[in-house]
């Protein structure tokens, strides 16, 4: 979905508080903010930044952002880059399991491409069936194309989000967080961590919550929609946090901007 479509259909799902959180840029932040303008929905701006940990991929949120920081357009060159030498990398590898993919099949207009579309080109080529297949089997971690998508440390991206005037949260524990690698991050300055997600059953939303308040980080969730599903369902909004949440971190990010 494109900035203005992703707004649109968040607002029709009845959000009221949105924040564009793309991989490593904002640039879709200020076609969302004319779409939001007009609708009955608060938007916030956001990132979230691919880092690394102890050999361990961490993906950290940054919300209430300053979108046109020098600071962020020089961190989104760089990852630009990256991320088009990371694609070149991935479709050598799918070469080499008999995966043929071109570099056109996968061309983004103004944009990079990313995992997502490699695996939308390998359905559309019917390699695999559909996209959960394309990163079990090709794409995801451990698997025969997968190339680390970060440069910078977990530290680095925290004191980034931070520079540009946002609060930090770790997003998805779920999926690869040890309790003292959370420590580690609370001493570099993480304010919150995302509790509730499509990924987290109420067990883990409920452990994810008690360790947020054993730390005294504030608590963060949302879709993290990336593509509607093969049904063309969105899920925006299914999973959604209590506004109070939202209202404590726009504290945090208050109290960080009149420093």
């Known amino acids: 979905m494109s900035p203005s479509q992703l707004v649109n259909t968040a607002a029709a799902n009845g959000i ?3 924040s564009l959180t793309d ?3 904002v640039a879709g932040y200020a076609e969302a903010e004319y779409a939001a303008s007009s609708l009955d929905i608060e938007l916030v701006a956001g990132i979230e930044v691919s880092s690394y940990y102890d050999g361990v991929e ?6 209430f952002v300053e979108s046109g920081s020098s600071a962020l357009k020089e961190y989104e060159l760089d990852m630009r880059s990256h991320r088009s030498q990371r694609v070149e990398e991935i479709l050598a590898r799918l070469r080499t399991s008999g995966i043929v993919i071109a570099a056109e099949d996968v061309s983004v207009d103004g944009g990079t491409p990313t995992r997502l579309h490699i695996a939308l080109a390998m359905v559309e080529h019917c390699y695999v069936q559909d996209i959960r297949e394309a990163f079990n089997m090709y ?3 451990g698997s025969p194309a997968y190339v680390p998508a970060a440069k910078i440390d977990t530290r680095a991206a925290i004191d980034l989000i931070h520079d540009v005037g946002g609060v ?3 997003a998805h524990p779920g999926d690869w967080t040890h309790e003292e690698h959370v420590g580690k991050f609370v001493s570099w300055g993480l304010d919150a961590l995302e509790v509730i997600h499509p ?3 109420d067990r883990l939303a409920d452990y994810y919550g008690r360790l947020a308040h054993r730390f005294g980080l504030r608590k963060t969730g949302g879709s993290d929609f990336h593509a509607p599903d093969t049904s063309g369902d969105v899920g925006l ?3 959604s946090i ?3 949440w939202y209202a404590e971190l726009k504290c945090v990010a208050d109290g960080a901007s009149s420093r």
């Open 16 to 18: 009221g508080v949105l």
């Open 23 to 25: 991989h490593d840029t």
């Open 58 to 63: 961490y993906h950290v949120l940054g919300y």
């Open 139 to 141: 794409l995801g971690a």
């Open 168 to 170: 930090a949260s770790l």
């Open 199 to 201: 990924s987290h059953d």
């Open 237 to 239: 909004g299914r999973h």
């Open 242 to 244: 209590p506004f109070s």
